[in-house]
């Protein structure tokens, strides 16, 4: 049950884009699009920000998106804001066995 | 609006036990997965535990295997997490979060409860 690998920091300056990537395996988030992506404020529940690899929640900006390619998923966020500051983790089902697994979180810097 | 209301967190000695309770409402709660998942005092989020709609599978972090079992009564729209033999890393926030129809990844999550295990 290892955990996704995102790095730990990431920064850009507002009106910039940045991308957090996240690495599994092909037995998580190479073999099924079930990849999410989460905002966490300090200390604030986390928020789905992108769910089934690409797609967005109701009322979620338009600035954030998300991919994949093979074991890599990634989250874009363009035209940063200051409050786009929080922590960000991503999760992938995994099978049957280990079910889900997140990432380590990245914390982003808006500068 | 989706609201998922933990509750039962609390200080327990190590070996103590503690039964958490979600309470969920604005959806229909026996058509999705539900999960439990923690986040340990300044760290990353952890997968716990995940239980289908009609409670027919089960799954835990390898962690917890033996020690906490996971439920829910549709009836009552409640989750429930009951954790046994306790012991200081299991100290964390830990949230209730439903999942989708198909899939058991989290969407949305309810405001946590604290456990602290500790003597």
């Known amino acids: 049950q290892s955990a996704l690998t995102q790095p730990a920091s990431v920064s850009g300056s507002p009106g910039q884009s940045i991308t957090i990537s996240c690495t599994g395996t092909s037995s998580d988030v190479g073999s099924y699009n079930l990849v999410s992506w989460y905002q966490q404020h300090p200390g604030k529940a986390p928020k789905l920000m992108i769910y089934e690899v690409s797609k967005r929640p109701s009322g979620v900006s338009n600035r954030f998106s998300g991919s994949k390619s093979g074991n890599t998923a990634s989250l874009t966020i363009s035209g940063l804001q200051a409050e786009d500051e929080a922590d960000y983790y991503c999760c992938s089902y995994a099978g049957s066995s280990t079910l889900v697994v997140f990432g380590g979180g990245t914390k982003l810097t808006v500068l | 609006e989706v609201q998922l209301v933990e509750s039962g967190g609390g200080l327990v000695q190590p070996g103590g036990s503690l039964r958490l309770s979600c309470a969920a409402s604005?959806?229909?709660?026996?058509?999705?997965?539900m999960s439990w998942v923690r986040q340990a005092p300044g760290k990353g989020l952890e997968w716990v535990a995940n239980?289908?709609?009609?409670?027919?599978?089960?799954y835990y972090v390898d962690s917890v295997k033996g020690r906490f079992t996971i439920s829910r009564d549709n009836a009552k729209n409640s989750l429930y997490l009951q954790m046994n033999s306790l012991r200081a890393e299991d100290t964390a926030v830990y949230y209730c979060?439903?999942?989708?129809?198909?899939?058991?990844?989290?969407?949305?999550w309810g405001q946590g409860t604290l456990v602290t295990v500790s003597s």
């Open positions: 239980i289908k709609q009609d409670g027919s599978e089960k």
């Open positions: 979060a439903s999942g989708g129809k198909i899939q058991p990844t989290p969407r949305y």
């Open positions: 604005g959806f229909t709660f026996s058509s999705y997965w």
